[in-house]
């Protein structure tokens, strides 16, 4: 017989708002690079919508703030320095 | 007329008469044309995320203009040909320009590494009790990893920022 053993979805656990949505901030800086990053893992990457907890709309404005501060050097493309 | 935001790197010189000498360049090129330059933010040199043309270093400005299209062209050609201009961006301005409207961004000072400036450290904490409180942290939690100098605790959490209670 097959049975199905569901395992429990941890994912949809916490309900986190948006961090600009909290504070009703609508444009993000594309030079404040102590805010973007926050966003941005170890390696320079921008972190998964699901992981930083942001909505839609705000992971967009982000993603485009992260690339522009990228492009003027800000923030680095890559920064896998230690491997 | 609309308002754009332009930010532009300069290679790195030793001398500040030329600094001054290639923004004013473009920020007459806005007043020849009938624009209007609203806002100047020079920052300074600081250090490039990566090298560009071998330079590690640049001198960043920043710049909030209302102009036309063609002066965006006049621009954009100037930065490309000219040699000092590293990079350029223009994008159009976000934000709202009422009366409060100062111009100044949240901005990091020309500093070359990031440090966590805003973290208290743990003995010198000031008598007023940061927020303690667990999650309730305003620092970045991807590692800021600071070494703790004083405070000789291992830093087994990321957010060792919110453990000030531990003084002494």
Redesign the interface.
Known sequence: MVYKKRRMDFRHKRRRVCRFCEDKIRHIDYLDDRMLKRFVNERGKIVPRRISGNCAFHQRRLTTAVKRARHLAIMPFTSEIYR | MRIYES?F?LSPQSDDAAFDRQIKAILDLIARNQGNVLHEDRWGIRR???P?KKFTQ?F?T?IVFEGTNEILQAMERHFHLEEPYI?Y?T?AY??KIDENWTGA????AAEPA?EPSVAPVADKAPSTGESPAAGETAE?????ASPEPVAGEPASAPDSAGDETKSE
Request: charged share 20%; no cysteine.
């Open positions: 930010t790197i490039l995320a990566y560009i640049g960043y920043r990079r961006l994008v976000e934000g961004k949240t901005k990091v990031p970045p939690t991807p590692a800021v």
